[in-house]
């Protein structure tokens, strides 16, 4: 693919130790238990209905999970392939293994975008890292939900676009579209939002001026044929939406399910934006119309309260060093219009330009706004990048559709931690504007007056070495650590195997491998993720997600406790991370829509670390928790 | 540099002397601070020495409202029968406004009685208790307060009462140069470094002339820094000098020809992205060197997940703000110049 990468060596080196510095990362938080497929602790039992869903179109070729107004029309199929093909167990942790490498592989697109929309390589590499070890990040490229798959094909697609904002060719508006398409799917209770972004290609395509200003590098620029072939992302778009309806149709999916569902959308938050608003929740559910005209009148005015919130509340909470990144991205945009002071001082005067700093002002003048500092320095670095840097106006208006309806519906249908997306083009930006601060001031030649024998190419290689080297090395003592602690831990498995009965139950801690807890115990596990319990038999690929076929006829935890009990079943249990406290004399069990507090026994101390212990699950303390 | 003065702007009447007080006796007296710093009190006492010779010992105690001892000093002072302002000093003691406290004077060794004059006007809160015996709520001791600070401590005085703190003076003495020196170069067209460092140092000149003779001339008031006079002389001819060649360059704006050329040569709004970027940058590194701030929710409702911010509290809320809103307001500028650029400048100038 002559037109991803023709740089020299090192680039292509560089994004190799990415990679592969990138997948230690992943790799040592899969085998710790960290971030695994088949639990997610931001959603308890959320993985579950996923796995539940391929499980049942692998065995039963059921497709009740595979529905476009959902997450799972993609990530669905896909993980039942690998079921069908591998087995369960096996299957699941190949999966895991996947979800690292593709996970691995977003820190590489990431820096290939950056690479590509600024040209620089420090810039790139520091974006690579940062989509590496920013810990939300991690734990969606692993947590097993449809998610996952839709981070990953928003960075292919804005690579995607990239590509297309520096020369617009056919095959790149081909593969803009495909990526497009398959964002959409992956994800299509956004659906409005892929459409937006195929209008937004279309309108950069059409309007070459547009491109001239964002890569003002560029010697050369390729016009496409007008109008017609800037369409082309979105005609694959529409058709791929078809065809994907169509199919299901034709598989006899339930109508409620398919395209016209998805566009349709979810009529619930809309009711419960409506009745956030002030709306009356009797006469928001009589009508999704009227709750979408109160909608539309209100949400000028609230606008501002919901960036606020947004802004304040999630953007800066889950970016690490966020105040830092503000920072770097201001200083850049100073170096950019400080050595670009004379082009862009003699440019033409643009009215939308112009327009952006007062539309933002207008934004952020607001009482709600104006108390946040937060909210503040974010909207005046975001003026400055947009002003300085023309390309981040493109980037940003191909995200607004995904940005608009992530604050506008967050914490209603829209879970806060979607809002990685920004935060993954907040890492862009960043290193957009560091990597063209960089070349900015190494073609000013700034440095060589300081020193005649500094040669940039060669501190640039120092600097981009230096940043991967220690990616690499902390990539590495994570997966040596990771490591030595599993086999810690399958020892002391291996030993609690020993000490059980026969017929015990093992009880575990949500982050582990269930399966080779059961396989170094030689005893049925019963894996708690949260809302339920789900039963790993002794033998064989079982995996069910209830409790509650241990004990048929039980009610609630504690009568299904007991029931285990009369039949001369001990529980056992095996928390990693808990049984070395000397405070740990409770733990929960799960059945039934109810959380019960057990009291935990210890039942001997383990020779080879005295601090943890063999645990026992004893009487039912509280089994009212909902 | 100091600031001496009482806390209140005139003394209480007097209207008659509580006593006898000797050896052993006291007075105590609820009093509020005016002003940030309590460095002295005032009372006045007289004895019934004619000779005027001998010396009586006073012990001072200064509480505060849950009893702990602030101050204490022992002294000696020589009291006739007329009356006499005694004056009892200390180490500065950094009160809020508002903040009470209680003043015991017990009378250590006296060859005479001795009396302090009472103000029947109620000045103060509670009233004065003699030898343990409290008096009619009315009844009052004649007490002065007051405050004599040196400059580090001025200068803390000043800062707690701007929005901001030391940052905006500080801030505000970086930007008057800049504003003025910035007018000048636009007015004149000169971009000499030297002339700017002339008008720069001009303007600091100023500005800080006019904050000495503000210091200076109300040393001796009760609370210059809450007063508007100390304020207008600190910020009026400074801002005033500052904007002087924004005036007279708006003056000649007026005429199109010289608005259309000064857009064409003079790249006003080239300066304004310039300064809005520094500022940008500055408000974002200020950011950083402040607490992270608190929200009614957080992103990620478990722990571990609330990654780490790594920032460093140095400077408050306020000044960052202050800093914001310069760069938005800059920003804000920079938009006008380019609408107005936009429809006025020809095609032919590009």
Known sequence: MSWISNKTSFTSGTLVVLFIAAFLYRYASLISGKNVPWYGDYDPGYSDWWIWGARILAFEANPVAVEMRTEGLLYVPLLAIFIKIFGFATAMHYWGYMLAAISAFLPVVAAVTVQRASGGLIGAVLVGILVTVDPVLAQFGLNGWPDSLTIFVAGITLFGFVLVIRLPTFKRLLFLGACLSVLTLSHATWIWAGFGWALVAWLVVALPAIRQYAIQNEASLYRVNGWLMGGLPLAVWVTTMITAGGALTLLGIDSGKGLGAALAGDSLPVMDLAVQFGMNRDAAESSVVNSAQKILIDLPARLPEKTWSFINGQLARSTPFYAWILTSMAFSAVFIAYVNRNPISTRKPLLWGAAIPIALAIVVLQPSTLGSITVLVTVITLISVLVVLPISRILIAAYLPYAGTIIVFSGLSIQQRHSILLVYLLYVLLGVCLGSACIAIFRSHVLTRISASINMRQLTNAIVSVMLSWLLIMGLIGTVSATLQKQQEQNYLRWLGTLMPENALLVTAPNVDPWEVRDLTGRTVIYDVGLRSIVIPVSGDGWFDKIEVMAPSATSPRTLINSIHREGREIWGYFPREDNKDSFSRTSVNSHGHTALVKVLRVAAYPIDESRAAIRIGQVVDDGHV | ?350
């Open chain 2, 1 to 350: 540099m100091r600031w001496d003065g009482p806390q209140i702007d005139e003394s209480p009447s007097p209207h008659f002397s509580v006593g006898p007080f000797n050896d052993g006796g006291s007075f105590e007296q609820e009093m509020v601070s005016q002003t940030e710093f309590l460095s002295w009190v005032r009372m006045f006492l007289h004895s019934d020495d004619k000779t005027h010779t001998s010396q009586t010992g006073l012990v001072f105690r200064l509480r505060d409202k849950e009893d702990r001892l602030v101050r204490e000093t022992r002294f000696n002072q020589v009291l006739g029968p007329r009356v006499e302002p005694v004056t009892w000093r200390f180490d500065p003691v950094k009160t809020s406004v508002g903040r009470t406290f209680s003043l015991q004077v017990v009378v250590e060794h006296s060859e005479t009685d001795v009396y302090a004059l009472a103000s029947l006007s109620n000045p103060l809160p509670g009233s004065i208790v003699t030898n343990g015996d409290r008096a009619g709520a009315h009844v009052d001791l004649v007490l002065v307060p007051g405050r004599n600070i040196n400059s580090r401590l001025i200068l803390e005085a000043i800062s707690d009462n701007v929005t901001g703190g030391l940052g905006s003076i500080m801030a505000y003495f970086v930007a008057i140069p800049l504003i003025f020196s910035w007018g000048m170069i636009t007015l004149t067209g000169s971009v000499s470094r030297r002339l700017c460092l002339c008008f720069g140092l001009l303007a600091f000149g100023v500005a800080l002339f006019a904050a000495w003779s503000g210091l200076f001339l109300l040393r001796n008031e009760a609370s210059p820094e809450s007063g508007r006079f100390f304020w207008a002389i600190l910020t009026l001819v400074p801002g005033g000098l500052a904007i002087s060649p924004w005036i007279i360059f708006l003056h000649l704006l007026m005429r199109r020809e010289n608005f259309v050329r000064l857009l064409l040569e003079k790249k006003p709004h080239s300066t304004a992205m310039t300064c809005a970027t520094i500022l940008t940058g500055l408000a974002a590194l200020l950011m950083g060197l402040s607490s992270v701030e608190a929200v009614p929710w957080q992103a990620f409702h478990w722990d571990y997940m609330n990654p780490v911010q790594g920032r460093i509290e140095v400077v408050d809320y306020t000044t960052v703000k202050i800093m914001a809103l310069m760069a938005l307001v800059g920003w804000v500028l920079w938009g006008l110049i380019e609408v107005v650029r936009f429809v006025y400048e020809s095609p032919s100038s590009e």
